[in-house]
């Protein structure tokens, strides 16, 4: 099994920036991708990026040129870098593990909130 747990999510200002960090644990060399997702009050959870264990990035449109997903496997952690952040990026953002068995772990999330 894999368990995850997000760090890093606060309020900040619009314009500001925050640092997410992901902290994986367990049978770790069973992950393939990993990823940040996040919900909304009212919304759907939605991807934001995730990137491949041999570094193959995608990146929602909404975030392309803020966010900057990275990925440190010999620690088993994963970043998300978030600049320029908008009230619409307030949410909780969750860690999410996809292993090569197809199980995926999530985190329980961290909260972000960006005032206007």
């Known amino acids: 099994q894999v368990q995850v747990v997000e760090s890093g999510g606060g309020l900040v200002q619009a314009g500001g920036s925050l640092r997410l960090s992901c902290a994986a644990s367990?049978?770790?060399?069973?992950?393939?991708?990993m990823g940040w997702y996040r919900q909304a009050p009212g919304k759907r959870r939605e991807l934001v990026a995730d990137?491949?264990?041999?570094?193959?990035?995608r990146y929602a449109e909404f975030v392309k040129g803020r966010f900057t997903i990275s990925r440190d496997n010999a620690n088993n952690t994963m970043h998300l870098q978030m600049n320029s952040l908008k009230p619409e990026d307030t949410a909780v953002y969750y860690c999410?593990?996809?292993?090569?068995?197809?199980?995926?772990?999530w985190g329980q999330g961290t909260q972000v909130t960006v005032s206007s």
């Open positions: 999410k593990a996809l292993l090569i068995t197809g199980y995926s772990a």
């Open positions: 367990g049978s770790t060399f069973s992950i393939n991708v």
């Open positions: 990137i491949t264990s041999g570094g193959n990035i």
